[in-house]
């Protein structure tokens, strides 16, 4: 979603600002703009289009000032252009906004009653209105947000500058991540820490309904009624080295490049080595519930669902409980009734995505115990279950989620050797077998990796299909779906994941000589079943691409590219299987001419609905 950045106390406010939002380039973006207070006046630039754009103004006309806010917008209201891109300016007052006003329309009526003129189509612009408003009221900045903050239904994370107040900022939170960084006489305000990384490793979280009033070197912590809190300054360890390219043409082909270790290192604290043991030690503080677990319910969107999807067998076959999967978006509204002594997963990588952490409050209303599998320390989803367990993945700049699903589905492989073991489901020998296959894990990711260099080749040809199918069954089928999201989010092409077993069920129709087939074909207990529905596609005239186990003969037979995986337990096989489909996808959308690192109207945390 949209990138928030707010410099105070510094010589350098503007490339402090415009260098941190670089840094959220990733998140998506169709427009931008900075604001700087000069201590008279407050002057604003603002540009359609990339950063770049932005750039070329403030060469030509910089601006000068210590405190300063900036803004990457990703629309939502009114389409991007100029006059929509933040910050907006109000008489005095100057705002960036990330998140959703939903009483918008009752708003601007109410402002536009009043005989004010509204200049964008933007819900944001009303933001400064009201404050401008309150400001020539209260005289005072820190009352006027507070007096405005009632006012706005929705999810808000907002910077607010006021001309009369040349030394201050205020910035409040109603659901989407804002942090602060605490600098040498300065601070750094972000919605996210990458834009904080270069300056300090001392932050602190804004929680809902929290306001940060900044003056000079001051600052106070307030609630939504201006009562004073107390928040602590946490540290931070991620360091500017895993931001970089490092030789890598994109962040993506270096992010799924970057799987094997990432996916060491999410193991590391759950497993012992010596012993070939899980050891989870949060969650063992919670052993009593976990022994009483009747029924899991996994919750999470996009590539999380996925990982989801392949949690539901994992936690099945491995720790005989129940699970059910469902997608964020939907779960609420179909006004679930979660049964006693159950569980709820909740996946996100950024730990803020908008949908996963409305199912988490309801599930806690509903008094179900949560467990968030997160990237994000501290995010909020984080802080507001009740068991944390975390990717591990590192920095994920690729809006197009690799190392995440990778990570998650080690974790998961864990979770569900952990919840046998407490349940009494699973012996000694079979708790050392999982461990010893998750640890030989990333070393055959590393030679599945080279093909990397036949999809470079093949991207010329590949792209000019129509269409991909992506057919698996059992715990494949959530990988068809992965590879397929990945395609449609990289190359814009027509994509479709399918259980192999639903192609008679009408996929079929889609099938002739311009359609690409991604059979998915490990030599596991449905590979019978699946060659069978790999040689109605071919008969059909598909152009077949499988993915199989070593030096599958029948398989080769019925393919025009064959791609050969080590030889694996069934539960090992995604993390081998989804790398050939990212490679698949990179290449092509790369031979496109797309931004793989930023495709169009994506963002890679989805703070609002």
Not at 198 to 226: A, H, M, Q, R
Not at 484 to 491: S, W
Not at 546 to 560: M, N, R, V
């Amino acid at each position: 979603m949209c990138g928030i950045v707010g410099c105070v106390g510094r010589d350098d406010a503007q490339d402090v600002i415009i260098k941190g939002l670089k840094s959220l380039e990733y998140r998506g973006y169709d427009s931008a703009g900075i604001a700087m207070h000069n201590g008279d006046y407050i002057n604003r630039t603002r540009a359609k289009g990339k950063l770049m754009n932005l750039e070329q103004k403030l060469a030509k006309d910089p601006l000068i000032g210590k405190n300063g806010i900036g803004h990457t917008r990703w629309a939502t209201h009114g389409p991007p252009s100029e006059k929509n891109a933040h910050p907006h300016s109000i008489g005095g007052v100057s705002i960036v906004h990330n998140g959703i006003i939903e009483n918008y329309l009752e708003l601007r009526d109410q402002l536009k009653s009043m005989g004010l003129d509204i200049y964008s189509d933007t819900d944001s612009e009303l933001i400064a209105h009201l404050v401008n408003i309150e400001v020539k009221k209260t005289g005072e900045l820190a009352s006027a947000v507070k007096n405005v903050i009632p006012q706005l239904e929705g999810a808000f994370a907002v910077l607010v500058l006021s001309e009369k107040h040349p030394d201050e900022m205020i910035a409040f939170t109603n659901g989407p991540p804002l942090l602060v960084g605490f600098a040498e006489e300065s601070f750094i305000i972000a919605s996210d820490l990458l834009a904080i990384m270069p300056y300090t490793n001392k932050v602190t979280y804004l929680s809902e309904g929290e306001i940060i009033y900044i003056n000079k070197t001051n600052y106070k912590f307030f609630n939504n009624d201006l009562k004073e809190i107390q928040k602590n300054i946490e540290t931070v360890d991620w360091s500017d080295e895993l931001v970089e390219k490092s030789g890598y043409s994109h962040f993506m082909l270096k992010e799924i490049f970057e799987q094997p270790r990432s996916m060491a290192k999410s193991l590391e604290p759950y497993i012992d080595v010596d012993n070939h043991s899980i050891t989870m030690p949060e969650l063992e503080k919670h052993a009593d519930f976990f022994k009483s677990v009747e029924q899991v319910y996994i919750i999470a969107c996009g590539t999380s669902f996925y990982s989801g999807m392949v949690g539901e067998y994992l936690i099945e076959k491995i720790a005989g409980v129940s699970c059910k999967v469902d997608i964020a978006s939907e779960f609420r509204y179909r006004e679930p009734k979660l049964i006693k002594n159950s569980l709820v997963i909740l996946i996100s990588q950024s730990g803020e995505t908008a949908d996963t952490l409305a199912a988490l409050r309801l599930a806690k209303e509903q008094g179900v115990k949560t467990m968030t599998l997160c990237n994000v320390q501290h995010s909020s989803m984080d802080r507001e279950s009740d068991i944390q367990t975390y990717m591990n993945a590192g920095v994920e700049i690729g809006v197009a989620s690799t190392k995440a699903f990778i990570c998650s589905l080690s974790v998961l492989n864990v979770f569900s050797g952990f919840l046998a073991k407490v349940k009494g489901n699973f012996e000694k020998s079979e708790e050392e077998k999982l461990v010893k296959a998750l640890l030989a894990t990333p070393s055959h990711m590393e030679s599945v990796l080279t093909y990397d260099k036949f999809f470079a080749d093949a991207a010329e040809r590949l792209k000019s299909y129509k269409g991909f199918l992506y057919m698996g069954r059992g715990v494949h089928f959530p990988i068809a779906l992965e590879g397929a999201l990945k395609l449609k989010e990289l190359a814009y092409m027509h994509a479709e994941g399918y259980a192999a077993g639903e192609m008679k069920h009408g996929p079929l129709a889609l099938i002739d000589e311009q359609m690409a087939v991604v059979m998915l074909a490990p030599q596991d207990d449905l590979y019978e079943k699946t060659i069978s529905n790999l040689e109605t596609a071919k008969a059909r005239g598909g152009q077949v691409i499988s993915i199989g186990t070593i030096q599958d003969k029948k398989l080769k037979e019925l393919s025009i590219n064959f791609l050969s995986l080590p030889e694996v337990d069934w539960n090992i096989n995604p993390f081998l299987a989804v790398i050939p489909l990212q490679l698949l996808s990179f290449h092509v959308a790369n031979a496109l001419g797309h931004d793989v690192d930023q495709p169009r109207n994506l963002a890679k945390s989805v703070t609002v609905e």
